[in-house]
């Protein structure tokens, strides 16, 4: 408990922080950043544009005050409940599941490292003997702030290009992040690879064979600026041949079968021995979208076919699955828990037409009805918050009808009837009385319920009813592969990634169950 109280402070007031000195600081920046892309979530300011956002602050201050509170608490000199401790170390003999917690905790703290493991923009620049944090910052860095000139200049900074030209002049250095790509709106030029050449034939690294594909000189390799590309079959030219000049315009066409030319045209300006002579890299292997792994690159699980790299996409998507089951939990559980204690502490004609409403709600067909609501939102209202919105409209209703009954054995027995006899109020003996008392219930659910969040969202993105398109979703990606079977990357990390989350939970899910179960003698033991 300490630790999560400390944590939750910490977060809180490093996001209080970062909004009053304008910083943005890992996963402490999310509050701040939904408040102003949501509606309703901000105040309005001048000329439509997002004005004070409350939601923000609201998130920070409630974080704090929670978090203090726990501190307080776990220093009040109370003792540790018996039960609770001889159900935790119930957990921890599982091992399975106390492992698998520990790798849920880890990937919790990577995925909330966000830019900082995750981004195209640098964690710091040192220009000019000067340092500059632009990953940590709002707003956007410019080129011009980095010495760039031309058409360009008032665009956002390019770091990784800027990485490389600082390191070639020697006028500053760039840290960028472990992997230095956005998971969504930043498309990677067609991904290169080395070609050998062995007794005039060329070898892709490594390969045994000769290799066969698209091959490419390059104006610029890092940019994608291609200078000739070149059909290769068994290690020689065969096939069509094109060529650019420096400024993208298509100058050059010719033929080439078993390594011998056939013909060529040349349209440019100047001569066309000149254009073929200019110094442009080496030959290399030309992967367009989706380009398979390429460690030796940087591109360690390749790009999917809108050309984003896979391993941030699927960081992101872990960000997302965070971000919604933090959400989601709490909604359902308070919705839930509110409205079953209501019904089975009540009963009566509460309890018959709260039970009509769940029912007429369990028989409407779920994916049908996400759909229709789906698509009449609004483009630019449709993200997380609209989805999750939905989700919870459906989601709460299996945990009042544990709460319900629960509530129901209960509520006859001696410590409430005692409860009422000193004089406690309803809500206390709801929520201090009866809830204590279903709190293995509660924990119990937790990972299932996450795990079901989970599902869903993959499935509705994967039908393409989900989020938009600039969340880096799972579903999505398993989209792409099933659609690029020649690219079986892109359905084998998605699915391993998918899989292996879901079996942590369950398993993490089933340990929880053992150990909250009161019988001493069960399967694991």
Sequence with gaps: MRAIAIFLTALGALAATGEIRGLAFPTARWFFDASREVPGLHFTGAGGDPGWPWFGWCCAALMMVAGMAMLVRSWGGRHHNPVTEARWRRFRAIKRGHVSLVILLLMGGIAALDQVVVGKRALAVNYQGKWVFPAFLPTEVKNSDFGGTGDDAGAEADCRALKRRLEKSGEGRVILPLVPYDPTGDTLPPRSSSLVQREGLYYEAGAIHPYSGMVARFHDEP????????????????????????????????????????????????????FLALPTGALRVLRYHPAPPMPGEGCLLGTTSQGYDVLAYLYGGL???????????????????SIGLLMGYFGGWFDLVVQRVIEVFSNMPFLFIVIILSSMVP??????????????????????????????????????????????????????HLLPNTVAILVTLVPFTISGLIFSLTSLDYLGFGLPVRYATWG?????????????????????????????????GEAVREAFDPKKFTYYR
Excluded: C
């Excluded at 420096?246 to 011998?260: D, K, L, W």
């Excluded at 544990?402 to 003996?429: H, K, N, Q, S």
């Design 379 to 432: 483009e630019r209202f449709k993200g997380l918050p609209v989805i999750l919105t939905i989700l919870v409209g459906f989601g709460w209703m299996g945990m009042t009808f544990l709460m319900r009954t629960a509530a129901y054995r209960d509520r006859e027995r001696d410590y409430i009837a005692a409860a009422r006899v000193i004089g406690a109020g309803t809500p206390r003996i709801l929520f201090f």
């Design 223 to 274: 940019n994608g600026t291609i200078h000739l590309r070149h059909a290769m079959r068994n290690g020689v030219f065969s096939g069509a041949v094109d060529g650019w000049d420096a400024a993208g315009e298509r100058v050059y066409r010719a033929t080439y079968q078993y390594g011998a030319l056939l013909e060529d045209h040349y349209s440019g300006s100047g001569e066309k021995a000149d």
């Design 319 to 337: 960000q997302v699955n965070f971000k919604a089951a933090l959400i989601y939990l709490p909604a359902i559980y308070l919705i839930g828990i």
């Design 476 to 508: 999505r990606l398993l989209q792409d592969g099933i659609a690029n079977l020649s690219a079986p990357w892109l359905v084998t990390a998605t699915f391993v990634m998918l899989v292996g989350t879901l079996v942590l939970i369950t398993f993490v």
